[in-house]
């Protein structure tokens, strides 16, 4: 069977041919998935071509995302992919940030190091790489700050004009200065991101424009390789939990999809546990999985993590399908927690920008909770790069944060610049004193 897009909802289950350019079933409406037939392929196989790839000189081995490519089969001609060797980041020991969090050890698997600094290039190059499949020539997005700074720079490397989307000053710079430099078209709305993603996915359909969110079924496709490669990495021993913090849920789709079709395909033997963390402010997900139902959006959502500051996010169906099959959990962490846990992220010598920290808040949650076990095995997906947002770092650091409502945010963990006059006694005196 060729690939194909699927209907999500398993009352409707529509397939559609892998070219057609849309994102929800238009039957009915629910969200599409990617689907293969992988009954060709075997493990060992799997495992020892991967692992030949790294010594190739072929850019599309390079990629940390192309190189795991027959796990999402979906293009017929890799000559349209754009790599700018995206993935490959590292699994990274955080022994201090586990004492904070009290359990045992911890372990990052820091999406930072990528080009653009983020989780999001995983999925964009496989999502440009589909635009250019299509003959499309204009890709959109509405963003939080990194989807767009992602998309710009592959847009730009592929020769396809970028159009993106933001809510109004509520984008770290250096995320809106990524969308600039990379030459992207930058409309800035006076609207939060909900209500950008609605006018967008309109504006998309007028215009035959292609839209690079992760409603995108082909950006979920590239994000499935975050954690194939942190499997890879773990030598295909699952660890008992995958942390992660949740906004459009796009990224809990992703992984919870990779992991089971690494089961189908026999790579690992049983499944991690899915914690999603997001940000009290922001937490529909987190509701609806203490309350059950559909979901109710939060009209007004609310957080300085603005990567996540998200009230309705169109992956939920995916999302609590993944969390539920994983046997997983979401927990929501306040402000305070969000900064001081980042402090702590960066205390380990490896830092990240606020929503990751959601991660590490939440896993001390948990486990003060019980819920994680001291002993247990545990990544965490830092999902951005430290110099994303270093305002709120100098704001944390000199005791100027304050949480959205206007509350001080205690610089628990603060490390003021000291200014000193030019006099080498005096600092001197200073270094001895400190
Ligand atoms: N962490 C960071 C740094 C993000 O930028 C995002 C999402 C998330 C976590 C949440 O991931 O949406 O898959 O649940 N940022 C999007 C954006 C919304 O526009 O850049 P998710």
């Not at 529509?14 to 238009?26: L, N, V, W």
Request: proline letters at 6%.
């Amino acid at each position: 069977m060729p690939p194909q897009l699927v209907c999500f909802d398993p009352a409707c289950c529509s397939r559609y041919a892998i070219t057609e350019a849309i994102y929800t079933c238009p039957a009915c409406g629910s969200l599409l998935e990617a689907s293969y037939d992988f009954s060709e392929l075997g493990a060992g196989m799997l495992r020892s071509s991967w692992h030949g790839r790294r010594l190739s000189p072929d850019p599309l081995d390079q990629s940390g995302v192309w190189r795991y490519r027959e796990m999402f089969p979906f293009l017929d001609d890799y000559s349209r992919v754009v790599t700018l060797r995206e993935g490959n980041t590292p699994l990274l020991d955080a022994p201090r940030a586990a004492a904070y969090a009290g359990i045992d050890a911890l372990r990052f698997k820091h999406q930072g190091y990528n080009p653009s600094g983020s989780f999001k290039d995983n999925g964009m190059t496989a999502g440009v790489a589909q635009a250019r499949r299509l003959g499309m020539q204009i890709v959109a997005c509405v963003s939080t700050g990194n989807t767009s700074a992602s998309m710009a720079a592959y847009a730009a490397a592929a020769g396809l004009k970028a159009v993106v989307f933001i809510p109004h000053g509520n984008i770290a710079y250096g995320k809106l200065a990524q969308a600039l430099e990379y030459g992207a078209l930058t409309f800035q709305v006076e609207a939060n991101f909900d209500q950008i993603l609605a006018l967008v996915r309109e504006l998309a359909a007028q215009e035959g424009i292609y839209l690079l969110n992760s409603v995108n079924p082909f950006r979920i496709e590239g994000q499935k390789t975050i954690v194939i490669e942190m499997l890879e990495q773990c030598r295909w021993t699952a660890p008992d939990w995958i942390v992660l913090p949740g906004g459009n849920l796009g990224n809990t789709s992703a992984f919870g999809k990779a992991l089971r079709e690494l089961q189908q395909v026999g790579l690992i033997d049983r499944m991690p546990r899915l914690a999603v963390i997001q940000a009290e402010g922001a937490a529909p997900f987190y509701s609806l999985f203490r309350q059950g139902g559909e979901m109710r959006s939060v009209e007004h959502p609310e957080t300085l993590a603005t990567a996540i500051k998200i009230g309705a996010p169109v992956s939920w169906p995916k999302a609590r399908h993944e969390v539920d099959a994983s046997g997983g959990v979401v927990e929501q962490v306040t402000e305070q927690e969000i900064a001081d846990a980042k402090a702590v992220v960066g205390r380990c010598g490896i830092g990240c920008e606020p929503a990751s920290a959601a991660t590490l808040a939440g896993i001390r949650k948990l486990a003060a909770a019980g819920v994680i076990r001291r002993d247990q095995d545990v990544v965490a997906v830092l999902t951005g790069h430290l110099l994303k947002d270093p305002d709120y770092i100098y704001r944390y650091h000199t005791g100027e944060l304050e949480d959205p409502a206007g509350r001080r945010i205690e610089s628990t963990f603060g490390n003021r610049p000291v200014v000193v006059p030019n006099d080498a006694a005096r600092i001197a005196a200073l270094l001895r004193e400190s």
